[in-house]
């Protein structure tokens, strides 16, 4: 059989099923791993494709944070209090506007439950809170602050408390046992002994539908053959994104075309393109998470000013949110302004991130000379930091809100870090979906037997983002699309 296109096929033209089980998953990254364990654990036999040689995808390769709240037994244990109704109220802030209330709803209320999901799994968590900022925990501790929850504004809303759940990691940590690692390999595992079986290195190209309109199954390749794949209960895709479409990236997230960050090059956006196909809805796709390539250590030290020598954003807030003012509000064009002290104290700082940490562009006795040496107007960063400090000596920041253990006056000698484009990242918008991960056709309706979780959905970000979103939503949407799937 040829495959020209992405249009589905009739399941009439199958002549023969190379592969069949209850449950076809496409995909073995968190939302994938997460939805067959969840069809399995419903008595469902599980298939999953996977399009490289094993699984793990960009899960694996990441810093493996998990956006759990609500108040889990996590959090108890390392002292913060937390709810259902905080979690939401800061989600609805951090990710919007246009979030969907009813996943967020769903989410904010079975985050305990999922947590406790995945400890049974076998993801060991240590009760112990990282408090600087920063990407992600350098340490094995288990829980951080993930999405500026403790910055400006977000702190005035309700309580901060902090979210980012880790699994814990062997000490001393190396890159390949990241949280991320030790996640996808313990969850990969579980997946293993409920019975899931798993073939790789096969490329998903079309959905199978029969005269109902229901999908039925899939069409791939492996190995160069074409082979056809029968789902007697129902399909989920969880492809990921479609961040490494330029035709894609060009239509619908054009400033974030040609600077990936944090995925992997089979996020082609496949699955998109294939439920489009059949006339799936889609919702977001100009949401993006932009990450911003500066050691959180060093910015929440300094200010950060834009090409207009004016602050922006507080700068101890989650750098995620500084990465997408930066890009979206600011034209790309950042400045790190920070003191001789200041810069050494955030090198001596334990960091996750110690290749973001760059030299110094420039270097000046006085901001006047800085301020001529970065070709800035004339006035424009020395009002800024005449303002700043004058107000930092009391250890105030009334402009922005940037808490007082960070603001301290900045002296001389003075730099600044160009950080003019240090900006990638990953698209977040796709197949719109119902809470329970069911594929919407266009006219609102589900589309029978078509599921789909994680990146290759529009899940829980509407706009903003919070480290821990895309392995929070794609787990406990992938595991929901599973157990809908084995049930169909």
């Keep these: 059989m040829n495959i020209p296109t992405i249009r589905p096929v009739s399941v009439d033209e199958i002549e023969t099923w190379d592969f069949e089980a209850d449950v076809v998953v496409a995909g073995f990254g968190i939302a994938g791993v997460s939805a067959a364990i969840g069809a399995a654990e419903s008595g469902a036999d599980v298939l999953v494709l996977e399009r490289t040689g094993g699984g793990g995808g960009a899960a694996a390769l990441s810093g493996g944070i998990v956006y759990l709240g609500g108040g889990t037994r996590l959090q108890k244990a ?98 390949e046992q990241g949280a991320g690692h030790v996640l996808m390999t313990t969850l990969i595992a579980k997946a293993s002994t409920l019975g899931v079986r798993v073939e790789t290195d096969v490329r998903v190209q079309q959905l199978v539908t029969d005269g109902s309109g229901r999908v039925v199954g899939m069409v791939a390749t492996q190995f160069g053959k074409t082979v056809a794949v029968r789902a007697r209960g129902g399909v989920v895709l969880a492809t990921g994104s479609f961040a490494y479409n330029d035709e894609m990236m060009q239509t619908y997230a054009p400033r974030l075309y040609k600077r990936p960050a944090a995925t992997v090059e089979e996020h082609d956006g496949r699955s998109i393109l294939m439920a489009q196909a059949l006339g799936a809805s889609l919702a977001h796709m100009e949401a993006t998470e932009v990450a911003f390539f500066c050691d959180p250590q060093l910015i929440a030290r300094g200010i950060l000013v834009n090409g207009r020598g004016q602050r922006y954003v507080p700068e101890d807030t989650y750098p995620g949110r500084i990465g997408q003012l930066t890009m979206y509000q600011n034209d790309n064009q950042a400045y790190l302004i920070i003191d001789e002290e200041a810069y050494e104290e955030g090198i001596a700082a334990p960091s996750s991130s110690p290749q973001l940490r760059h030299a110094p562009t420039w270097v000046c006795e006085t901001v006047a000379e800085l301020e001529a040496e970065m070709g800035l107007p004339e006035g424009a960063l020395t009002s800024t930091v005449d303002l700043y400090n004058r107000h930092a000596g009391k250890g105030e920041d009334p402009v922005l809100g940037k808490k007082s253990e960070w603001v301290k006056p900045i002296g001389s000698p003075i730099a600044a870090i160009d950080l003019r484009g240090m900006t990638g990242g990953f698209t977040l918008g796709g197949l719109r979906t119902t809470v329970d991960s069911e594929v919407l056709h266009v006219d609102g309706t589900p589309i029978p037997g078509l599921y789909a979780a994680g990146r290759c959905t529009s899940g829980l970000s509407a706009w903003g983002y919070c480290s821990g979103i895309s392995l929070g939503d794609g787990s406990f949407f992938g595991r929901r699309a599973g157990t809908r799937a084995a049930g169909s």
């Design 78 to 175: 390392c002292g913060f209090d937390d709810s259902p109704e905080n979690m939401k109220i800061f989600l609805a802030e951090a990710l919007g506007p246009g979030v969907d209330e009813s996943k967020l709803d769903e989410y904010c209320r079975g985050s305990v439950a999922h947590f406790e999901w995945l400890e049974a799994c076998g993801v060991s968590y240590k009760e112990s809170f990282w408090s600087q900022p920063g990407w992600e925990c350098p340490a094995d501790d288990s829980l951080m602050y993930s999405g500026g929850e403790n910055a400006a504004p977000f702190n005035a809303l309700v309580e901060p408390a902090p979210r980012g759940h880790l699994a814990r990691v062997p000490m001393p940590r190396t890159g």
